[in-house]
Every structure is written in structure tokens, then in C-alpha cells.
Nanobody
Framework: QVHLVESGGGLVQAGGSLRLSCADS????????MGWFRQAPGKEREFVAA????????WYEDKLRGRFAISRDNAKNTVYLQMNSLKPEDTAVYYC????????????????????WGQGARVTVSS
């Protein structure tokens, strides 16, 4: 079983950086592909980035590539999202998600590809 807890959200000025962390208290973290999604007020949840089980493959929403970076430390059961050059339009609740072995084979770029979700971390970027 996966239990995901995000941290690192907060208020930052435009142009600043934040690093989100998502820790898994389970014991099979390295078996899961991991992803980050975000949901802005009044908008649907959208894909941000994803990472394979080993970290050898990454996927990004095209418009975020180059500013955001996903990584993982399997020894710490943690996935990270480094966000640089933040813009007001990055304001959202950010969710990490895990794709368990049951869901393996589904797209890691779609929310439907994940069966475990964290509670979300709010990121607010002021102009």
C-alpha cells in the first residue's frame, strides 16, 4: 500500500523557485512510476511530469519542460519536483501520484494511469 505525503508548497514571488517533495511511507516505492499533476482554481487537473520506476525515463508537459524537473530517490522513498522561474499561472494545488503494478502499462501522462494520490500541496506564485 502506498501513502503519499506532499510537502514544500507555499507562497513565492514570480521568478522564484520551489521544490516539492512527495514521500511514500510504504515499502515498495521503487516499484512505482511516479507523477506530478496540478489543478488550478476553476480548471481541470493537468499533467506536469512523470518518472519511471528507476528514474531513467522522464516525461514533461511541453510548456513546463526546461523550468520543471522531476527526480526520485528510491532510498528515501521520495519523489521531487523542482520548479524554477515560477510564473503566476503556475499557481495551483500540486499532487503527486503513484502508478502501482496493477496499473502498469497505462500512460503515465494521464491521471487515469495512477491509482494512488497524495493530498496535494498548494503553490501560490505572486506577481
Amino acid at each position: 500500500q502506498v501513502h503519499l505525503v506532499e510537502s514544500g508548497g507555499g507562497l513565492v514571488q514570480a521568478g522564484g523557485s520551489l521544490r516539492l517533495s512527495c514521500a511514500d511511507s510504504g515499502h515498495t516505492f521503487s516499484n512505482y512510476a511516479m507523477g506530478w499533476f496540478r489543478q488550478a482554481p476553476g480548471k481541470e487537473r493537468e499533467f506536469v511530469a512523470a518518472l519511471s520506476r528507476t528514474g531513467g525515463s522522464t516525461w514533461y508537459e511541453d510548456k513546463l519542460r526546461g523550468r520543471f524537473a522531476i527526480s526520485r530517490d528510491n532510498a528515501k522513498n521520495t519523489v521531487y519536483l523542482q520548479m524554477n522561474s515560477l510564473k503566476p499561472e503556475d499557481t495551483a494545488v500540486y499532487y503527486c501520484a503513484a502508478q502501482s503494478t496493477i496499473y502498469r502499462g497505462r500512460s503515465v501522462c494521464d491521471a487515469d494511469g495512477y491509482d494512488q494520490w497524495g493530498q496535494g500541496a498548494r503553490v501560490t506564485v505572486s506577481s
